[in-house]
């Protein structure tokens, strides 16, 4: 398995919340298949919670991917203001970091924006984020790419990753797609 430059960030896709944003369902899914597809490219998988003992744990449909691993848990929005987020991240030894999870206008925006600050390449998975409303997941999209944060999709980034038909990754990636 070939080693990725690239960290996966989950950022809160907790209780209630991730049940309640716009289109909910389709945005777990795209989550799952992000995580799925980055384990799969042996890639460095971060998640994270906003303030647990509130909205809850994270939904089954995260937590049981990332067995073995703990999430961080966190209070402030923007996850660079977590010290043990910095330091798995640095760790991580990725300079390029990929967000999925909610919402995209407040915790996805703010780490985003941070990130890039802290000289990191950051990509926002568009069909892996969301918020509550539809307007709010647009702001906070639009204000990341005003600032510069690249914006990708499930497929556009792990076929990025996996780079041809010919890779031994490329059968168990079109697999999580399909």
């Known amino acids: 398995m070939m080693k990725q430059d690239i960290a996966l960030v ?25 995580i799925k597809g980055m384990q799969v490219l ?17 939904i089954e449909e995260v937590s049981s991917l990332l067995e073995g691993k703990q999430a961080i848990p966190k209070v402030t929005f923007d996850a660079c203001g977590t010290k043990e ?6 760790e991580s030894g990725c300079k390029r970091i990929a967000l999925v999870g909610i919402e ?10 941070s990130l890039m600050k802290h000289g990191y390449e950051v990509q926002v998975v568009t069909d892996a984020v969301s918020s509550r409303t539809v307007e709010n997941k647009q702001l906070g999209l639009q204000r990341m790419q005003s600032e510069g944060v690249k914006l990708t999709g499930v497929e556009m980034l792990l076929y990025e990753l996996v780079q041809s038909a010919k890779s031994e990754h490329f059968k168990p990636i079109l697999n999580i797609i399909k």
């Open 104 to 113: 995209t206008h407040i915790c996805v925006y703010q780490t985003a924006v």
């Open 42 to 58: 042996g890639a460095p998988i971060i998640w994270l919670e906003q303030y647990p003992q509130g909205l809850g744990p994270s």
């Open 85 to 90: 987020f910095m330091l798995q991240l640095k």
């Open 10 to 34: 989950v950022v809160d896709v907790q209780g209630k919340l991730a049940r309640m944003v716009h289109e909910s369902e389709q945005t777990i899914a795209k989550i799952t298949a992000m």
